[in-house]
Nanobody
Framework: QVQLVESGGDSVQPGGSLRLSCAASGFTFEDFPMGWSRQVPGKERELVATISRRSFTIHYADSVKGRFTISRDNANNLMYLQMNSLKPEDSALYYC???????????????????WGQGTQVTVSS
């Protein structure tokens, strides 16, 4: 079955950096667009970034553009989210996403993705 294991979350000060990782298994990783979302208790889940199968197409939420970078390693079934210039409002539980279908390109719609992991907590605070 699909497994997505997130790691790399931590507590950092504003302006700091973190790199999240997602280890995928149970499906043909290179066939699916992937992404990251985040959720704060009491708020709707936010789509942070998505990446197409060959990394040709990438989408970022306006709130993270210029600060976050999504990437993937199809040879090793891994995906990353490099987060720089972190702000307190970036604090959330971050989830690794897999597209429901192996479509070309990527999507900016959260409904096109699902999450199968437990998430990794990012806390940005001084």
């Amino acid at each position: 079955q699909v497994q997505l294991v997130e790691s790399g979350g931590d507590s950092v000060q504003p302006g700091g950096s973190l790199r999240l990782s997602c280890a995928a298994s149970g499906f043909t990783f290179e066939d699916f667009p992937m992404g990251w979302s985040r959720q704060v208790p009491g708020k709707e889940r936010e789509l942070v970034a998505t990446i197409s199968r060959r990394s040709f197409t990438i989408h970022y939420a306006d709130s993270v553009k210029g600060r976050f970078t999504i990437s993937r390693d199809n040879a090793n079934n891994l995906m990353y989210l490099q987060m720089n210039s972190l702000k307190p409002e970036d604090s959330a539980l971050y989830y690794c996403l897999k597209a429901h279908a192996p479509f070309g390109g990527t999507s900016s719609a959260l409904a096109d993705f699902g999450s199968w992991g437990q998430g990794t907590q990012v806390t940005v605070s001084s």
